[in-house]
Each structure stands twice: as structure tokens, then as C-alpha cells.
């Protein structure tokens, strides 16, 4: 017989990325921080290879971040509104989780194992910071395919890359509810 959990179902059911943009002070400290990625870090793991790792940003790291983000859009010849909002999305953030993911060899699990198992971390930790009370939400952009930025930025390996930038702190406006997909045109059931 199974064992319900009414609290966390809802939760589920309920849940609501809150914009980035629109997340203020106060932001998670240190101590909030290692409890979400404790969270995270729960996500099923073919083989236990552990396929990617945190790189929490704040203050300063931020700030880097933005003007490197300013200075490749330029050199990419990006449009400038597309470099601005990607160039704000961290000088205005307060506390960024970034996931990595960080495919290992393994004879046994695939590299899209280990790729989908780091996605789960992001929804993982974008849920762990929601359930913490933290307004939150998974980001990725065009920084996080760029070669340079990787390496310059934040000092990833040749394999690695951004799975997801997870912003959190104090939601101001909570969101309206957008439409949800019909899981009855979704959904195909096969019982032969």
C-alpha cells in the first residue's frame, strides 16, 4: 500500500517559477544555499557517476559576470537588447546556483543519462528553493552554449556546460498562472 504525501503532491501540482527579474533582497545566505543543493543533489544518478556540480554566484562574481557577458555579446555581434537582458539577468540578480553539467566516461551510462540527470538537478533545486519560500527560477541564455564565456567565466572544463542558472531570492509580484499543457493530448495510454 502506497504511503500518500498530500503536502508535497500539492506543492507539485501548484508550483510557479517567479521571473528573475523580478526577484529582490533578501537572498538566500549560505546556510538556505547548502540546504537546496543538498536537495539537489538527491536527483536519481544512473551509476552514481555524479555528472555535474554547483557553482554558486553572489556579489562581486556577479558583477563579472555581467560585463563579460556585455563585452562577448559584442564580440558576437549580438543585438543590443539581447545583450542587455542577458548582461542584467546577473548584475541584477543576488544569488545564482549554477548547475554544470560535467559528463564523465563510463562504459555503462550513456552521456544523455548523465545530461538528463543534470537537468533534474535544475528542477530539482528550482523546487528545493520554492519549497524553501524563495521566489526562484531556471535560466539558461545564450551565455551558457558560449565556449568562451564557459572557460573564461566561470572555468569549466572542455566537456562541461551550464545546464541551468538558478536565480533565487524575494519574489515583489507574485505571477499569474499561465496555461498548463492537456495531459489528456499528452498522454498516450498502451495496454497491449
Same mark, same amino acid.
Given at each position: 500500500?502506497? +504511503?500518500?504525501?498530500?503536502?508535497?503532491?500539492?506543492?507539485?501540482? +501548484?508550483?510557479?517559477? *517567479?521571473? =528573475?527579474? +523580478?526577484?529582490?533582497?533578501?537572498?538566500?545566505?549560505?546556510?538556505?544555499? *547548502?540546504?537546496?543543493?543538498?536537495?539537489? =543533489?538527491?536527483?536519481?544518478? !544512473?551509476?552514481?557517476?555524479?555528472?555535474?556540480?554547483?557553482? /554558486?554566484? %553572489?556579489?562581486?562574481?556577479?558583477?563579472?559576470?555581467?560585463?563579460?557577458?556585455?563585452? *562577448?555579446?559584442?564580440?558576437?555581434?549580438?543585438?543590443?537588447?539581447?545583450? %542587455?537582458?542577458?548582461? #542584467?539577468?546577473?548584475?541584477?540578480?543576488?544569488? /545564482? /546556483?549554477?548547475?554544470?553539467? #560535467?559528463?564523465?566516461? #563510463?562504459?555503462?551510462?550513456? %552521456?544523455?543519462?548523465?545530461?538528463? #540527470?543534470?537537468?533534474?538537478?535544475?528542477?530539482?533545486?528550482?523546487?528545493?528553493?520554492?519549497?524553501?519560500?524563495?521566489?526562484?527560477?531556471?535560466? +539558461?541564455?545564450?551565455?551558457?552554449?558560449?565556449?568562451?564565456?564557459? %572557460?573564461?567565466?566561470?572555468?569549466?572544463?572542455?566537456?562541461?556546460? /551550464?545546464?541551468?542558472?538558478? !536565480?533565487?531570492?524575494?519574489? *515583489?509580484?507574485?505571477?499569474?498562472?499561465?496555461?498548463?499543457?492537456?495531459?489528456?493530448?499528452?498522454?498516450?495510454?498502451?495496454? =497491449?
Amino acid at each position: 500500500m502506497t +504511503t500518500p504525501n498530500p503536502a508535497a503532491l500539492d506543492f507539485l501540482l +501548484t508550483r510557479r517559477s *517567479r521571473p =528573475a527579474k +523580478t526577484l529582490i533582497a533578501p537572498y538566500p545566505d549560505k546556510a538556505a544555499l *547548502r540546504i537546496i543543493l543538498q536537495a539537489a =543533489a538527491r536527483t536519481p544518478d !544512473h551509476g552514481k557517476l555524479e555528472p555535474w556540480r554547483f557553482i /554558486v554566484l %553572489e556579489g562581486d562574481a556577479l558583477l563579472r559576470l555581467a560585463e563579460l557577458t556585455a563585452l *562577448r555579446g559584442a564580440e558576437l555581434g549580438l543585438a543590443p537588447e539581447k545583450i %542587455e537582458k542577458a548582461r #542584467s539577468g546577473f548584475a541584477n540578480a543576488g544569488a /545564482v /546556483v549554477t548547475v554544470v553539467a #560535467s559528463p564523465v566516461e #563510463s562504459p555503462k551510462v550513456p %552521456e544523455i543519462e548523465q545530461i538528463l #540527470s543534470a537537468g533534474a538537478v535544475c528542477l530539482a533545486a528550482l523546487n528545493a528553493g520554492l519549497a524553501s519560500g524563495w521566489g526562484a527560477n531556471w535560466l +539558461t541564455g545564450w551565455m551558457a552554449m558560449d565556449r568562451p564565456f564557459l %572557460e573564461k567565466g566561470l572555468g569549466l572544463a572542455p566537456q562541461e556546460f /551550464v545546464a541551468g542558472f538558478i !536565480h533565487l531570492g524575494t519574489e *515583489r509580484a507574485t505571477p499569474p498562472e499561465r496555461p498548463r499543457p492537456d495531459i489528456d493530448a499528452k498522454t498516450e495510454w498502451l495496454t =497491449a
